[in-house]
Nanobody
Framework: QVQLVESGGGLVQAGGSLRLSCAAS????????MGWFRQAPGKEREFVAV????????YYADSVKGRFTIYRDNAKNTMSLQMNSLKPEEKAVYYC????????????????WGQGTQVTVSS
C-alpha cells in the first residue's frame, strides 16, 4: 500500500521559513516524479513545485520561485520543500504527491497523495 506522509507544517510569522518533509513507502520512489501542492480554504488545490525522478530538474509555480526549494533523496525515499519568506496568503494545507508522468504539474496527473500538513502564516 502506497503511503505519503507529510510533516513539518506549523505556524510561522510572515517572512519566516518552514521546511516540509514527505516520507514515501509502498512504491519504488525513484520511479516517480514528486510534487508539492497546496490548498487554501475555499480554493482549489494548486501546484507549488515538482522534482524529476533523478533530481535533475525542478519546476516551480511563479508565485514561489526564488523562495521555495524542492529536494528529494531517493536513497531515503523522502522529499522536502524549503519555504522561505512566507506570506500570509500562503496559509494552506500542503500536500505531497507522486506521479508516474515526467514533471507533472496538474492535480489529475498525480497517482498518489499524502494527507497534507497545515501551514499557517501570521501577519
Amino acid at each position: 500500500q502506497v503511503q505519503l506522509v507529510e510533516s513539518g507544517g506549523g505556524l510561522v510569522q510572515a517572512g519566516g521559513s518552514l521546511r516540509l518533509s514527505c516520507a514515501a513507502s509502498g512504491l519504488t520512489f525513484a520511479d516517480y516524479t514528486m510534487g508539492w501542492f497546496r490548498q487554501a480554504p475555499g480554493k482549489e488545490r494548486e501546484f507549488v513545485a515538482v522534482i524529476s525522478r533523478n533530481n535533475g530538474y525542478t519546476y516551480y509555480a511563479d508565485s514561489v520561485k526564488g523562495r521555495f526549494t524542492i529536494y528529494r533523496d531517493n536513497a531515503k525515499n523522502t522529499m522536502s520543500l524549503q519555504m522561505n519568506s512566507l506570506k500570509p496568503e500562503e496559509k494552506a494545507v500542503y500536500y505531497c504527491a507522486a506521479s508516474s508522468l515526467a514533471m507533472a504539474s496538474r492535480v489529475f496527473n498525480y497517482n498518489y497523495w499524502g494527507q497534507g500538513t497545515q501551514v499557517t502564516v501570521s501577519s
